[in-house]
């Protein structure tokens, strides 16, 4: 009699259970549908890969510490994020899996976080970021060779990244021929960091610059890799070991997370094919100033123009309107400009021809490392692999 009564008893207890999993379930599910944006954060190295080293510090430490103040700030005020670590404890990942998870998770971001280091004997100061593309200058190809070297402490390596020598300039080549479909949401993001280091953290600009890392050509969405300062230059390393230090970088790279986001506050495009990006409406012009009125020649090129892609080249981002002529223009001229999310975003060279506007971007890389081509069809701007392919169709 006693054992029925505790089976009816342990009986109610489970269905009782099973109710509550069961009205749970809904919620649990809802609150994951939310979570339409999803973000990855890569601590750099870690376990028996250090990174850089300082006189106190290790570059692994730093990278995990900032890229877990700024996971927290992310999940406390981003409730409609998911974040994805690669690692959230001192352990060795790949770089071809760190590359993986994101692309498993289908991200709509990448930040991959790093410490840098020169060489004794130099003092060297300041924050970068960089997105990936073709070095330009010896200094960033150091810095590509440094971060990938980690792959020679990986089983196979040769075999898993087809032959690639980090060492070796020769393999930096292919990056010459990579035209990065998220190049452009990268750089963005990449300029709203350091505006960040800058004002918030109140650190040493040294620009957004781009490089072959083996980490970004591998992911699918758009990514940066930032350098939060340098290790090897002893009061930058006392600041990155200084809980304010790491406290103030994390919080520099959120605030550029949560003005990228409002931006681009949708998953990221994940066909095949590259979905146009319609050009942002420009203001007005004052009423005080005159429309101008098309030269015959202008006229023409843009007659022959009419139904083609029209490449050029973007040379900088401003957040207010420059004055011809300007310093920053670095004796370019003409430059024009477009708007696009409030921003003013400043161009050299246009042709229908491709491969004269590659040579122009070739030309001037001394002068803006960090250029790239964007193409416009009809006076909107268009997906710029989408034109590369047309422009070669129509050859």
């Known amino acids: 009699m006693h054992i029925v009564i505790y089976m009816n008893i342990y009986r109610n207890y489970i269905i009782i259970l099973l109710c509550a999993v069961w009205s749970a379930l809904p919620l649990v599910h809802s609150r ?3 979570r339409d944006f999803t973000v990855v954060i890569d601590p750099g190295h870690g376990g028996r890969d250090p990174g850089a080293i300082g006189r ?8 995990l510490n900032v890229a877990l ?17 690669t690692r959230q404890k001192d352990v060795f990942v790949a770089l071809d899996r760190r590359a993986q998870i994101a692309n498993n998770a289908k991200a709509d971001l990448f930040i991959s976080i790093h410490t840098n280091s020169v060489a004794r004997g130099r003092t060297v100061r300041g924050t970068e970021t960089y997105t990936l593309g073709l070095h330009r200058t010896d200094d960033n190809l150091e810095v590509a060779k440094k971060e990938n070297s980690v ?12 032959g690639f020598n980090p060492n070796s300039s020769e393999s930096y080549i292919i990056f010459e021929f990579l035209q990065d ?11 709203l960091i350091q505006r960040q280091f800058k004002t918030t953290a109140k650190r040493i600009d040294k620009g957004v610059h781009q490089a072959g890392f083996l980490v970004l050509r591998e992911t699918t969405m758009p990514g940066v890799l930032i350098e939060l300062g340098y290790i090897s230059t002893p009061d930058e390393e006392r600041y990155l070991l200084t809980e304010a230090g790491t406290d103030a970088l994390a919080k520099s790279i959120y605030r550029a997370f949560a003005s990228y986001k409002e931006q681009h506050d949708t998953p990221s495009a994940r066909s095949k094919e590259p979905i146009p990006v319609r050009q942002a409406e420009s203001k007005p012009a004052p009423a005080k100033e005159k429309p101008r009125t098309a030269t015959p020649a202008k006229e023409k090129q843009a007659q022959a123009s009419k139904g083609k892609p029209v490449f050029k080249i973007q040379i900088l981002t401003s957040d207010k309107k420059l004055k011809p002529g300007n310093k920053q223009f670095k004796g370019l001229s003409p430059v024009n400009h477009y708007q696009e999310k409030g921003l003013y975003k400043y161009t050299y060279g246009e042709s229908t021809d491709y491969n004269k506007v590659l040579r122009t971007k070739r030309q001037i890389a001394s002068k803006f490392k960090g250029a790239f081509i964007i193409a416009f069809k009809d006076g909107k701007k268009v997906d710029v692999n989408q ?4 422009f070669k169709n129509n050859r």
Do not use: H, P
């Open 151 to 162: 792959i020679l402490i990986e089983s196979d390596y040769e075999q898993r990244y087809a």
């Open 181 to 191: 479909k998220n190049m452009e949401k990268s750089v963005d993001f990449a300029t």
């Open 32 to 34: 994951a549908e939310g």
């Open 56 to 63: 106190k510090g290790k570059e692994k430490d730093i990278n």
């Open 69 to 85: 103040k700024l996971g927290k700030l992310i999940q406390d005020n981003c409730k409609d994020v998911r974040i994805v670590y």
């Open 387 to 390: 034109a590369i392919k047309e």
